[in-house]
């Protein structure tokens, strides 16, 4: 919480905290009011998966709870699992890469345990992909602020080395 606070609750009028229930993000209500990011009880995954939305959601998104995407909770359909996969490629991917530079393992999710069924393999793929593409391409401006911030704190490993993001490790 603190280097995300730390970067971005003057910059960015945000606040990431911990406890919550369930994951959600709450935009300012009013004037003075700051933005919360509110991850799952204190599950370090949590945290760095509802930052990595954060990152990649834009300045409209910012003003919306949840940032207006579409979720469907535990228990989807084999269809609703695929929409859900198709969304969650980029953010499943900063995850990895904020993992990799804390020093965190990370675990693919596909969220949906009550209707057993798991992260598919199309979608394992697209996440390795997406992580490896910002490998040799950039990250969002944001998500390579605190990418660097976390690996300069938690003595991370290079987190933009690709090696770090194989399809194999993701079924471990």
């Given at each position: 919480?603190?280097?995300?606070?730390?970067?971005?609750?003057?910059?960015?009028?945000?606040?990431?905290?911990?406890?919550?229930?369930?994951?959600?993000?709450?935009?300012?209500?009013?004037?003075?009011?700051?933005?919360q990011l509110i991850f799952r009880q204190d599950y370090f995954s949590s945290a760095l998966h509802e930052i990595a939305h954060w990152c990649i959601a834009?300045?409209?998104?910012?003003q919306r709870v949840d940032f207006g995407y579409w979720y469907r909770p535990d228990g989807r359909t084999a269809s609703e699992q695929s929409a859900f996969?198709?969304?969650?490629?980029?953010?499943?991917?900063?995850?990895?890469?904020?993992?990799?530079?804390?020093?965190?393992?990370?675990?693919?999710?596909?969220?949906?345990?009550?209707?057993?069924?798991?992260?598919?393999?199309?979608?394992?793929?697209?996440?390795?992909?997406?992580?490896?593409?910002?490998?040799?391409?950039?990250?969002?401006?944001?998500?390579?602020?605190?990418?660097?911030?976390?690996?300069?704190?938690?003595?991370?490993?290079?987190?933009?080395?690709?090696?770090?993001?194989?399809?194999?490790?993701?079924?471990?």
């Amino acid at each position: 919480m603190g280097v995300f606070n730390d970067l971005f609750a003057s910059s960015c009028n945000t606040l990431l905290s911990g406890g919550g229930e369930e994951p959600v993000y709450l935009p300012a209500e009013g004037v003075g009011d700051c933005h919360q990011l509110i991850f799952r009880q204190d599950y370090f995954s949590s945290a760095l998966h509802e930052i990595a939305h954060w990152c990649i959601a834009g300045e409209q998104r910012r003003q919306r709870v949840d940032f207006g995407y579409w979720y469907r909770p535990d228990g989807r359909t084999a269809s609703e699992q695929s929409a859900f996969e198709w969304v969650e490629v980029k953010p499943q991917a900063l995850e990895w890469i904020f993992s990799v530079a804390a020093g965190h393992r990370f675990q693919i999710s596909a969220d949906n345990l009550s209707a057993e069924i798991g992260a598919s393999d199309a979608f394992a793929a697209a996440v390795a992909e997406q992580a490896h593409s910002w490998c040799v391409g950039s990250l969002p401006a944001r998500a390579a602020l605190f990418a660097a911030s976390l690996s300069e704190v938690f003595g991370g490993l290079d987190y933009l080395d690709s090696c770090h993001y194989r399809v194999d490790s993701l079924r471990i």
